[in-house]
Nanobody, 122 residues
Framework: QVRLVESGGGLAQAGGSLSLSCAASGSIFSINTMAWHRQAPEKQRELVASITNFGSTNYADSVKGRFTITRDNVKNTVYLQMNSLKPDDTAVYYC????????????????WGQGTQVTVSS
């Protein structure tokens, strides 16, 4: 089992910044991917950004150039720095970890955090 504990988020104005962090503990493989997904009201959950243990990243088009995902492999922690926030970024953000080489971006595979609310006002 893997436990994911998220922190950060909150309220920001459009154009502002927020940061999220997610600490993982438990049965974590040396090869894994950690990611952030988000779900806005009445919308499907979507991948925001992912990062492998090797540091390879992937971003949704909607956040490229504004959000940065990083990780600390020693601490098993993933971070999401969100800049130039827009009201459309308002959602519950979830941390996800999948063990192994393949990351299934459009699934509920792996382990999930409890979610943290991000609200961006216009």
């Amino acid at each position: 089992q893997v436990r994911l504990v998220e922190s950060g988020g909150g309220l920001a104005q459009a154009g502002g910044s927020l940061s999220l962090s997610c600490a993982a503990s438990g049965s974590i493989f040396s090869i894994n991917t950690m990611a952030w997904h988000r779900q806005a009201p009445e919308k499907q959950r979507e991948l925001v950004a992912s990062i492998t243990n090797f540091g390879s990243t992937n971003y949704a088009d909607s956040v490229k150039g504004r959000f940065t995902i990083t990780r600390d492999n020693v601490k098993n922690t993933v971070y999401l720095q969100m800049n130039s926030l827009k009201p459309d970024d308002t959602a519950v953000y979830y941390c996800n970890l999948q063990n192994g080489r393949t990351y299934y971006a459009n699934s509920r595979a792996g382990y999930w955090g409890q979610g943290t609310q991000v609200t961006v006002s216009s």
